[in-house]
């Protein structure tokens, strides 16, 4: 079993577990609910930058990155850089997430927040929704094309974006369809950890203009930025580069300037 599988065992699990004790009925008389999300996709098309900067206290290939920080100060810091958008990690286990964080950030910002989870199943989308997300990840490594098709368009009919991310061309084209908004090529390989942004350039050309194309992973400095940009990439996903930091917001208003 892969760290991905071994992931999307647990998560399965807790869900089952969610769903006995919070029901969807409660989760649609939240708040939040019944806001009208802001769009990610939008939001990098209109951009010249595009930078999605993202929350994540650790991860499973890199321990620890940063458990010292609050999230209200880290998405302040965010949309005062000119952020796009914030991606939010909201899986407990094994990247110290929890959809407090989500709450929290919701709560400070006014930017489009990505929920960052390993999505499996229609009631987290809900959850998702109540919570203040705009945006959905959905992972084309564990899920097929009948389950994307299910998980995107409920994701649609609630008013969410949604990005896929895919790692190859054989995940990219069991999954393309009309309910994505954005696909994002992941540069990591999830079964060996190593990066390479020879993955988005490869890909590239396979993604139809449809869709807001998105680099994710190994994104560290500005060249890797203009070196993506002329494959059509407008959303770029940062995330470690930035919370490994004192400042995140700081290291995204430098890094945002340069750009």
Known sequence: ???????????KKEVTLKKELIPVSQLEASVLFSRNCFSLAEKLKASNTGIIAEHKRRSPSKSVINQSLNVQDVAKGYENAGACGMSVLTDGKYFGGSLDDLLLARASVSIPLLRKEFIVDTYQLIEAKAYGADVI????????????????????????????????????EKSIMPSLDMLGVNNRNL???????????????????????????????????KELKPYGYKGFL??????????????ATDFIKKL
């Open 1 to 11: 079993m892969n760290i991905l599988d071994k992931i999307v065992a647990d998560k």
């Open 137 to 172: 990840l959905l992972i084309a490594a564990i899920l097929t094309r009948y389950e994307t098709k299910l998980l995107s368009e409920t994701a649609k009919n609630l008013g969410l974006d949604v990005l896929l991310e895919v790692h190859n061309e054989e995940e990219l």
């Open 191 to 225: 079964k060996t950890f190593e990066v390479s942004l020879e993955i988005s350039k490869s890909l590239s050309e396979k993604i139809p203009d449809d869709f807001v194309k998105v680099s994710e992973s190994g994104i560290s400095n500005i060249q890797s930025i």
């Open 238 to 251: 940062i995330g470690e580069n930035f919370m490994k930091t004192d400042n995140p917001g700081k290291s």
